[in-house]
């Protein structure tokens, strides 16, 4: 049974950091596609980051350039989101997902594509 399970999120302070962990249980991460969501309250849910498993890359909304990066264990089958310079407009609840393909489609941002969801981890970026 394919199961994602997430951990790590909490309360930050502006300018700070946390790195949120996506573990994949029942498949490997060579074959699927895993992109990081969040949604805050009263907004839509907004596609992040996403990283191809078959490829070893990744890509990132221009919200998440230059201050997010994803990382992977192999061994543990996570996929890690780095967050750093966190500011109070990155408080949401923050998903992992997954996607069959290896490769992160062109919509990758657009969560109707991902069949697969974890059960979400809080982000509070507050002083």
């Known amino acids: 049974q394919l199961q994602l399970v997430e951990s790590g999120g909490g309360l930050v302070q502006p300018g700070g950091s946390l790195r949120l962990s996506c573990a994949a249980k029942?498949?490997?991460?060579?074959?699927?596609?895993i992109a990081w969501f969040r949604q805050a309250p009263g907004k839509e849910r907004e596609g992040v980051s996403c990283?191809?498993?078959?490829?070893?890359?990744?890509t990132y909304a221009d919200s998440a350039k230059g201050r997010f990066t994803i990382s992977t264990d192999n061994v543990k089958n996570t996929v890690y989101l780095i967050m750093n310079s966190l500011k109070p407009e990155d408080a949401a609840v923050y998903y992992c997902?997954?996607?069959?393909?290896?490769?992160?489609?062109?919509?990758?941002?657009?969560?109707?594509?991902?069949?697969?969801w974890g059960q979400g981890t809080q982000v509070t970026v507050s002083s």
């Open positions: 029942g498949f490997t991460l060579d074959y699927y596609a």
């Open positions: 990283f191809s498993g078959s490829k070893g890359s990744s």
């Open positions: 997902a997954a996607d069959p393909p290896g490769s992160c489609r062109n919509d990758w941002y657009a969560p109707e594509e991902y069949d697969y």
